[in-house]
């Protein structure tokens, strides 16, 4: 949990690290085989498609679209009671992998399937800053 908001925080592991230091430093960081060049999200040991462990990290656009969404209106704890409604959704990225992140920036009503976006990032401790999407 974060200590200042209450919220549960991401724990990074050996797989994920290179991402969350890519959050902290403002890029969406995507996993990309050098073997058959899969691009994969979330990351793993070895690719999806091929299963090497010959895996690259490298910058992502940041940008998508809205493949599907929902809006939250029942807060799942006391810590995001304060963020009703707020609209959660799949982002389908330029890279072709999908990410589930919050959508700010705009009203509940202008989200649509289909909204092209881009990533946004939001501190939740010294440490991890989350992924938040914004129509472009």
């Known amino acids: 949990m974060s200590a200042a908001s209450g919220k549960p925080a991401p724990r990074p592991t050996v797989e994920t690290q290179p ?15 050098a073997a ?30 809205i493949r599907t969404f929902s809006v939250v209106r029942h807060p ?19 890279e072709g992998p999908t990410i589930m992140a919050g959508i700010r920036g705009c009203q509940i009503e202008d989200v649509e399937i289909g909204l092209a976006v ?6 939740r401790s010294d440490e991890i800053y989350l992924p938040y999407f ?3």
Do not use: K, M, N
């Open 19 to 33: 991402y969350w230091d890519g959050c902290r430093s403002g890029e969406l960081r995507l996993q990309r085989c």
């Open 118 to 123: 881009e990533v946004e990032f939001e501190q």
């Open 134 to 136: 914004h129509p472009c």
């Open 76 to 94: 799942i704890s006391l810590a995001f009671a304060a963020e009703v409604p707020y609209v959660v959704a799949l982002v389908e990225l330029d």
């Open 36 to 65: 058959c060049e899969h691009v994969q999200f979330p990351p793993r040991r070895f690719c999806a498609s091929c299963l090497t462990a010959d895996l690259r990290w490298e910058s992502a656009s940041g940008r998508g679209r």
